[in-house]
């Protein structure tokens, strides 16, 4: 037997950011409890809802906790009966706790002797008496970017105020209190529309009715409202909607009711440059921005209401009146911030702290312009390097622009507005494309700078954050992480893995120690080994969960070295392609044998032992070192050319020859000089043909695969 659960948190209003997270929150706690608890039968836990309600719901819960029987052993059998087999009170107390005849009680024999044991039998408790229980304790679980927490409510912490609980299973209401709050089957409606409290029986009901009275409760349903309403507003005017998928999750999730409005503004706004339109727009305003089938910007816009109409218009013009004052003092700072060069700002950065212990931005500017120019001169893709130029121009200037009225009215325009500033004062448009860039990617979905110029800078930007902040300690712990060094380490290596930049990290990262020892910020000692530990978790997390390589994929070849990522890509690629041939597996077997025969015999590495010819023996000894020295020149040519696939395929070549080896010869030779011999070709061996991947890393088997 089973039955329909639903439950539904009403508060004030959640922060539309937050919700997403909250959703997934309440899933994986009510999973993770009810499948604990043998309540789940097959059908998985929905979350759903709107900034006034987080909602779950099960189509199907077991009726009741499953009966579990279990043997539980007790005390020794000379405890538990006399010389005469006569029970005694240690028997009968064991037997009354377990709920059990002493005529059921058993012998059982252990290691350690004969001990009693019972078979005790748990009826389990109704479903609804188990969820009574658990949702007090479950939802204050909830995960928020923070909480509040109210003492008229014994404490409790949650996003908002609760102001109303629905719980039931079955139909039937499952009683608990949490914050002072009673749970019960009434809901509410939307605040505006139909503030009023009605009652549901169910799922289905509760979908119908809260529809009834306003509420959009499906973010889905939510989205796809959208959507048509705005393509439907748009297409006499043949106009489109500008591409913004993250501002449409914020907005679904900040109405409980959309309608679209189309507004408009003065064509004369059009002169101020499009990415100071589109903030304004996005970040202050949520309207979404239009453009033409050219991708030109138009002077229209659309706005989500959490109403069902705008009666006479008037909604709709408060919100170009808003967007005009908006506009104008956004065109007001373009005009006030141009009457100074970026370059006349630089000084103004003293006053900006970067963090206390840091200094200031303008020794942020000073470290980056040095560790620039370095990389400039280092760094390539495809034989093509940056500007130095203009790459150390634009160093001077990324972080001027935090100086100015734009960026300190609308922030999200830093970098921005430093790239259109430097344009419209003159400065080459390499220099300029490159201080709009500096910042990207700001996040796993972002695109990446432009140019090499724009990577350039980026890389270099970050690198200082990444090495300046480990230097004083500030280095990311659990969720905590202030100063964004997940996201800029994340970034380094996209840069480098996507723009396919040839570049040795651990050099990069050393120079960028030197540069901060000699501003006084890290002496000399100072190790780079932590900030490549934190720079290589992040590659790796790219090449599994951005690039899809398997875990010992990405171990095998990171341990062949990883300083070079996009030789490491190359090597992964390689890897994976060559992976499902017959020879492949065995042959990385037999490299896993090899190391493991190499730990057991312990001693210095054997691969600087040279390996002596007449200790060779007829055979498959032989054929295996003659194969090897065959192999190893034609495999590293292979490699120095940077031609992979060649090189494994080659490697692979080996099974025959090793297998052979391993079927006839003892390698642990009773003669010491042999033994030894054996081992220093098993210790070549392994080292001249782990450089592309080290094989001993790659599971084999039936379960090689994640």
Partial sequence: MSGEFLLEIGCEEIPAWMLPRARASLKELLERELQARGLLQGKPVETFGTPRRLVAACSRLAAAEPTRTEEVVGPPKAVAF????????????????????????????????????????????PTSA??????????????????????????????????????????????????????????????????????????????RRLGQVGVVVEPGERRRRIEQECARLLKPLRLREKCDPGLLDLVVDMVEHPAALLGGFAAEFLTLPEEVLVTVMRHHQKYFAVEDARGALAPHFLVVIDLDRDSGGEIRRNHEAVLAARFRDAGFFWEADQK??????????????????????????????????????????DGRRADIAAVTRAAELAKCDLTT????????????????????????????????????????????????????????????????????????????????????????????????????????????????????????????????????????????????????????????????LVDAGARLAALRALRPTPDFEPVAAAFKRIRNILEQAGGPDRSARPIENNLIEAGAERELYD????????????????????????????????????????VMAKDEAVRENRLALLAHLLKEFSTVADFAELAVGPKTRE
């Avoid at 949702?135 to 102001?163: D, K, Y």
Wanted: glycine share 10%.
């Fill in 82 to 125: 006399d010389a005469a087999g006569k029970p005694t009170r240690a028997a009968e107390s064991f037997a009354a706790k377990l709920g059990v005849k002493v005529s059921d009680l058993k012998i059982k024999q252990t290691p350690k002797g004969a001990y009693v044991a019972a078979v005790s039998r748990k009826v389990g408790r």
């Fill in 130 to 207: 188990v969820l009574a229980e658990l949702l007090p304790s479950l939802i204050p679980q909830v995960e928020f970017p923070r909480s509040m927490v109210w003492t008229s409510a014994q404490g409790l912490r949650f996003i908002r105020p609760i102001r109303w609980l629905v719980a039931l299973f079955d139909g039937r209401v499952v009683e608990f209190e949490l914050g002072g709050v009673r749970s019960g089957r009434t809901t509410r409606g939307h605040r505006s529309l139909a503030n009023r409290s009605l009652s549901v029986k169910g799922l289905a009901d509760y979908r």
């Fill in 340 to 381: 100074r060069k970026l370059a006349e700002r630089l000084p103004l950065l003293e006053g900006v702290v970067f963090e206390s212990r840091l200094g200031s931005y303008r020794k942020k500017v000073e470290r980056v312009q040095a560790l620039a120019g370095w990389l400039a001169r280092e760094m390539s893709a």
């Fill in 405 to 564: 009225e734009m960026v300190g009215e609308f922030p999200e325009l830093q970098g921005v507005v430093g790239g259109l500033y430097a344009r419209a004062q003159g400065d080459p448009e390499a220099v300029a494309c490159a201080i709009h860039d500096h910042y990207k990617p700001v996040g796993p979905e972002d695109s990446l700078p432009g140019t090499l110029e724009g990577a350039t800078l980026a890389m270099a930007d970050k690198l200082d954050s990444v090495a300046a902040c480990f230097a004083v300690g500030l280095v990311p712990t659990g969720s905590r992480d202030p100063f964004a060094l997940r996201r800029a380490g994340s970034g380094i290596v996209r840069i480098i893995v996507e723009m396919g930049l040839r570049l040795s990290l651990d050099a990069a990262v050393r120079e960028a120690m030197t540069i901060l020892a000699g501003s006084g910020l890290a002496g000399r000692e100072a190790s780079p080994a932590p900030v490549l530990g934190f720079l290589e978790e992040r590659a790796r997390h790219l090449f599994r969960e951005g690039k899809g390589f398997a875990y010992d994929e990405v171990n095998a070849v990171f341990s062949a070295g990883w300083d070079d």
């Fill in 627 to 666: 194969r090897f020295l065959k192999l190893r020149s034609r495999v590293a040519e292979f490699r120095e050319r940077h031609r992979y696939p060649e090189a494994l395929r080659q490697i692979a070549t080996l099974r025959p020859q090793v297998d052979r080896f391993f079927d006839t010869v003892l």
